[in-house]
């Protein structure tokens, strides 16, 4: 199934390079999860960093007071894939930090944030386990 899955990714960066917008959906945890797990797939930082626009992560929380979902959003730019990959510098205006805004906000409870920022803790865990893994035993 990988070889599958890698062949269609393969496909998707192959069609950007003839300048064509490829517009695609990959599930994640949250932005910088798109980028490893493209890695995962055995595409190139440089193609990574070449053909990828902007990644959107989203996730949705139930708003405090109507008990109806909200949908909050967190964008990476092209320059925010670049200081990731080349820095391991991750966005300040991230998932985790846009569920403690709306949080101070009285937009969701403090049961909410604590379950989506518990995901995203553990997604964060192991994307730092992966600078960490690439940064001593890859350089």
Same mark, same amino acid.
Request: charged share 30%; with cysteine; net charge positive.
């Given at each position: 199934?990988?070889?599958?899955?890698? $062949? /269609?990714a393969?496909?998707v960066?192959t069609?950007?390079?003839? &300048? !064509?917008l490829?517009?695609? /959906?990959? !599930?994640?945890?949250?932005?910088? &999860?798109?980028?490893?797990?493209?890695?995962?797939?055995?595409l190139?930082?440089?193609?990574?960093?070449? %053909?990828?626009?902007?990644?959107?992560?989203?996730?949705?929380?139930?708003?405090? $007071? %109507?008990? $109806?979902? &909200?949908?909050? %959003?967190?964008?990476?730019?092209?320059?925010?894939? !670049?200081? @990731?990959?080349?820095?391991?510098?991750?966005?300040a205006?991230?998932?985790? !930090?846009?569920?403690?805004?709306?949080c101070?906000?009285?937009?969701? %409870? /403090?049961?909410?944030?604590k $379950?989506?920022?518990?995901?995203?803790?553990?997604?964060?865990d192991?994307?730092?386990?992966?600078?960490? @893994?690439?940064?001593v035993?890859?350089?």
């Amino acid at each position: 199934m990988k070889s599958e899955i890698f $062949k /269609t990714a393969s496909q998707v960066i192959t069609s950007s390079f003839s &300048g !064509h917008l490829v517009l695609s /959906t990959i !599930h994640a945890e949250n932005s910088i &999860g798109v980028i490893n797990r493209l890695k995962d797939l055995d595409l190139s930082l440089e193609d990574i960093k070449q %053909t990828i626009l902007c990644i959107i992560s989203q996730k949705i929380g139930e708003l405090k $007071k %109507t008990g $109806k979902r &909200g949908l909050v %959003t967190e964008i990476l730019k092209k320059e925010d894939i !670049h200081d @990731y990959i080349d820095n391991n510098k991750i966005i300040a205006d991230s998932l985790e !930090h846009k569920f403690q805004l709306a949080c101070e906000k009285g937009l969701i %409870t /403090t049961d909410e944030k604590k $379950k989506k920022m518990g995901i995203l803790k553990k997604a964060l865990d192991k994307e730092n386990k992966n600078i960490f @893994y690439k940064n001593v035993y890859m350089n």
